[in-house]
């Protein structure tokens, strides 16, 4: 059964920084796509960033320049390092795995205020 565990929202001030992480149960390098989407209050969950299997990364338009997805294989790690945080982040990050099904984690929270 296929598990992903996401770790490190939080509350940071605008400007700021903030690194999520999604550890799966199992290999990533079994996945064909894996990535983040987000959802805010009363709003569609939308994609952040995703990486396919073959190392090709999209961002959506509202991040790029300033998030940065990555992966571990060997740690079977996803990683999302967010930069120059605006209110507009805030939402719940959700990490997906795409495999014969989709897979999702259970959201953290990023939340930008000051």
């Known amino acids: 059964q296929v598990q992903l565990v996401e770790s490190g929202g939080g509350l940071v001030q605008p400007g700021g920084s903030l690194r999520l992480s999604c550890a799966a149960s199992?290999?990533?390098?079994?996945?064909?796509?894996m990535g983040w989407y987000r959802q805010a209050p009363g709003k569609q969950r939308d994609l952040v960033a995703v990486?396919?299997?073959?190392?090709?990364?999209n961002y959506g338009d509202s991040v790029k320049g300033r998030f940065t997805l990555s992966r571990d294989n060997a740690k079977n790690t996803l990683y999302l390092q967010m930069n120059t945080l605006k209110p507009e982040d805030t939402a719940v990050y959700y990490c997906?795995?795409?495999?014969?099904?989709?897979?999702w984690g259970q959201g953290t929270q990023v939340t930008v205020s000051s």
């Open positions: 997906n795995a795409e495999r014969e099904t989709n897979y």
């Open positions: 199992v290999s990533i390098s079994s996945f064909v796509y």
């Open positions: 990486i396919a299997n073959t190392g090709r990364i």
